[in-house]
């Protein structure tokens, strides 16, 4: 068997020669508007169709039936095909899909997840369990009215279901609604116990400048006993890496972070939220090592071409030019599942302040988490346009959000309006 | 925590609690590429690049199941793909029948991974027409997500179409852009949307009715010696907002609709109507669908009925008496926006965006002096007529308010009421 051949998008011959200001990628600190590499990758030559060699050549790997998760949902998908009535298997399956579509970060089966519920969701009215996985695929595509929307018929039904209370809650945090996020978070305490109002509440207060309550209620469930899957204690260390680093405990936050990784090891999420922190924690060379071999993923990707950057490393020059491949593909056909994700690389890789905040403020309007809140800040300020931060720092202002970062950009946001525009440019170009 | 099972909170968790799931890749595209054989015009030649990821989830072409697809695996299911592709893949147009053959297989590397290329070739029973339709149903049965990216090149022209479930078919038009043909078509379609979009015409009909009348003070001791029309403008215009209470304080005063003199005031008084309300719409019309404003239609549909209610009412209790150009200018500019709804989602490159915006604006204009031309003459003739001062004017005013009343309850609060839709459609 011949190793993976992936060719190269794109032409070697692009050099990434350092501008003398260097790869001032201060994390995803502040906002970076010294050139990363002087000439950007431009001969771009589109791979042309072939025909391989060997019939032995691997071109594409695919979930592999050594998987648990992929053998239950063939299992299931067999089972639906001989009973393509059966709505509770429909809703098995589709759930299966979308949690492996989410720790995977294969987007496709997500949409391969609705499909599957499609045939009930044209009746009327729609059965509460497809119209569940319907709320549940817009939510994890990012289309946050439309699942609210949902949630909201749905629990006007079905007010105990406890699944459309936790997306509720989640939709909620995202949209910083924190109040509406709360009162999902008591409902889900009441019909789905502890254990799960705890989760939620403690996200919640972690992105409402109470993260020392979030880590003590999280340190409380920390250790769910043996029979908890290791998705649960994953997540569960996730978060406590989240809630330490609001509170400035990196020490700790890597800890948990690592402790994370163990249990869930190749989480797309969980890879790309500690890279963040690397960045951060100006540890570049450490975020290669975290993400070394996953380039196929665009979110580790784009990680690993901000540690590039920030080490000077000759491949970010060729890898910026695939990245931005990529997001043209993903223009052409005219959606996109990471706005943010593009407006950091426009902001930190392609240096264009003004189209950064347009993308950064377009992202906005779907979705406020702290780092929605970072990237809005940070194309504000780099654009010298400070007022166009002003919706973050209300938010800010009602959640009173602890978070190191968020706290140097608001700063800098603030004087800038105080009518310093050169003060704040300043400081946004300084490492 | 006791009432629910480890396996389902894991589920839930997964499903319910990732707020910004980080995807290592985009959602599934196919690329379909279709070109017009110089050689035979029956023939399109078409390469059709879609993802093996895609193929394998539809029809498994890891054979052994070791999660990785090689060249072999993949050439032994050729026939598969080809028979399973091509039969959700239709070309049409003017009775056009056109049979798919399939002609080889290849690989691509696209930003996302490996992807099949089918080479095929499309032979059709005519020439093929300058208006393509393509039909894509690739995949829609298995994931709504999925889009067909589509590109024609016929002749120099290139054009296409994202296609996928919810929008399966495009038609595509190969002949060269003619932007004079452009621009006539949209003429046409701007003088549709006016002509059959009953609101706006009802707008600009409440507006005109008054035109061959003036209202003049009826308790007045003079009669009809003092035109206060004639002072009535700084009245009014001082009042500014408040003009309904100056009316309404003075509930002694009586008022009449009396018939104009002569043809030029009316037709001055028209064509500041007209002028005011292009003006404005213009303006809107341009930055709707340049995308540089966007309003949820339910605001603007409600505030386009909100605007018939005003100009219907105004023939009815006057409060702007002089200066009606002011009420279509003002509201012009809501016109604009419901105007943009027909031109909504045209992503055309600039020269042709120029063509058909203003083509579309000729079109608007053409049609609204077709009213004028057909209305005035009559209300003009009629004006002296009681047939006209209270039948058409006061009485059409009810009416016209009433449905307008009916839209703006149905447009606002998103309801139907129950047979309003069968006296007009909306």
């Known amino acids: 068997m011949q190793p993976l051949r992936r060719p190269r998008l794109f032409g070697s011959q692009c050099s990434a020669s350092p501008h003398p200001l260097g790869c001032g990628l201060a994390g995803l600190l502040l906002a970076v508007i010294s050139l990363c590499f002087g000439d950007a990758a431009s001969a771009a030559t589109h791979f042309h169709p072939y025909v391989p060699d060997s019939p032995d050549l691997v071109l594409q790997r695919v979930p592999s039936m050594t998987d648990p998760r992929v053998r239950a949902f063939d299992s299931l998908r067999n089972r639906l095909d001989g009973d393509p009535h059966d709505m509770d298997l429909a809703v098995q399956l589709a759930d299966a899909y979308i949690d492996y579509g989410r720790s995977t970060g294969d987007a496709r089966y997500v949409g391969r997840g609705m499909a599957v519920v499609q045939p009930w969701l044209r009746q009327v009215p729609t059965p509460i369990p497809a119209l569940l996985v319907s709320a549940t695929v817009l939510q994890n595509r990012h289309d946050f009215t439309q699942s609210r929307a949902t949630l909201t018929a749905l629990l006007a039904r079905d007010p105990r279901n406890l699944q459309a209370w936790l997306t509720m809650a989640t939709v909620e945090m995202v949209q910083a609604d924190y109040p509406a996020a709360n009162a999902a978070c008591v409902q889900v305490a009441q019909i789905g116990g502890d254990f799960m109002g705890t989760l939620c509440t403690a996200q919640l207060r972690s992105l409402t400048g109470r993260a020392q309550q979030a880590y003590a209620l999280l340190r409380l469930i920390e250790h769910p006993g043996a029979a908890a899957p290791p998705a649960i204690k994953g997540y569960l260390e996730g978060l406590l890496a989240d809630a330490a680093m609001r509170l400035g405990k990196t020490a700790a936050a890597d800890r948990h972070f690592r402790a994370a990784l163990q249990w869930t090891p190749g989480d797309n999420f969980l890879l790309a939220d500690y890279a963040d922190f690397l960045l951060d924690q100006h540890r570049p060379a450490a975020v290669e ?34 990245m931005r491949a990529r997001f043209a593909a993903m223009d052409r056909r005219g959606s996109r599942l990471y706005p943010r994700e593009h407006a950091e690389f426009v902001l930190y890789v392609e240096h264009d302040p003004g189209r950064a905040l347009m993308l950064a403020r377009a992202n906005w309007t779907g979705q406020r988490s702290p780092q929605d809140m970072r990237i809005l800040l940070a194309a504000a300020l780099a654009a010298r346009e400070p007022q166009a931060a002003q919706a973050v720092l209300a938010v800010l202002a009602r959640s009173h959000l602890q ?18 525009p050169e003060v704040a440019a300043r400081s946004g170009t300084s490492p | 925590m006791k009432s629910l ?46 993802a093996l990821r895609d193929l394998d989830f539809a029809l498994g072409i890891d054979s052994n199941h070791d999660g990785q697809i090689t060249w072999g695996e993949v050439r032994a299911h050729r026939t598969a793909i080809e028979s399973y592709a091509l039969a959700r893949l239709a070309i049409k147009g003017d009775g056009l029948t056109c049979t798919m053959s399939p002609m080889g297989q290849q690989i691509d590397e696209h930003t996302d991974g490996a992807y099949d290329v089918i080479e095929f070739r499309s032979t059709c029973d005519k020439d093929i027409p300058a208006k393509l339709a393509v039909v894509y149903q690739l995949f829609a049965d298995l994931d709504p997500y999925h889009r067909g990216i589509v590109t024609i090149h016929a002749d120099g022209v290139t054009t296409g179409a994202v296609l ?3 929008v399966p078919v495009a038609t595509l038009d190969l002949r060269r852009p003619d932007r004079w043909q452009e621009f006539r078509s949209f003429v046409t379609d701007g003088l549709w949307h006016i002509w059959t979009g009953i609101d706006h015409l009802l707008f600009i009909m ?23 029309i004639g002072g009535g403008g700084a009245l009014v215009a001082g009042a500014g907002g408040t003009g309904g209470t100056w009316v309404a304080a003075r509930t002694r005063a009586r008022y009449e609709w009396v018939p104009v003199r002569s043809w030029w005031p009316a037709f001055i008084d028209v064509i500041k109507v007209i002028s005011g309300f292009t003006l404005s719409h213009s303006v809107t019309l341009t930055l709707a669908t340049l995308g540089i404003i966007d309003l949820p239609s339910r605001l603007v549909e409600s505030g386009i009925a909100i605007s018939v209610i005003v100009a219907a009412a105004n023939n009815l209790y006057p409060i702007v008496r002089q200066r009606i150009w002011l009420i279509a200018f003002a509201f012009g500019f809501v016109h604009g926006l419901g105007f943009a709804s027909a031109l909504y989602g045209l992503q055309l490159p600039p020269l042709s965006m120029a063509a058909s915006l203003g083509g579309f604006n000729v079109g608007v204009e053409l049609g609204q002096e077709a009213i004028v031309l057909a209305i005035m003459p009559v209300a003009f003739l009629l004006r002296r007529t009681r047939f006209y001062r209270d039948g058409v004017l006061r009485w059409g005013s009810v009416i016209i308010i009433a449905l307008a009343t009916g839209w703006l309850i149905q447009r606002a609060f998103d309801v139907l009421i129950p047979g309003f839709s069968a006296i007009l459609p909306t």
């Open chain 1, 289 to 322: 090592t975290l993400l070394e071999g996953d380039g196929s993923s665009d979110t580790s990707f784009l990680r690993t071409i901000f540690a590039e950057c920030a080490l000077h490393d000759p491949r970010a020059a060729a890898d910026a030019a695939t």
């Open chain 1, 403 to 420: 978070d190191p970062a968020i706290a140097r950009l608001t700063a800098a946001i603030q004087t800038a309006m105080r009518g310093a």
């Open chain 2, 5 to 50: 099972r480890w396996r389902r909170i894991a589920l839930l968790v997964g499903l319910a609690l990732t707020s910004l799931p980080a995807f290592a890749h985009k959602e599934s595209d196919a690329y379909l590429t279709l070109r017009a054989d110089a050689a035979d015009s029956h023939v399109l030649e078409g390469q059709w690049d879609i």
């Open chain 2, 164 to 166: 996928g479930p919810e």
């Open chain 2, 206 to 228: 409440s507006l005109l009715l008054q035109a061959v009348m003036v209202r003049r003070r009826t308790d007045d001791p003079d009669g009809g010696a003092v035109d206060w």
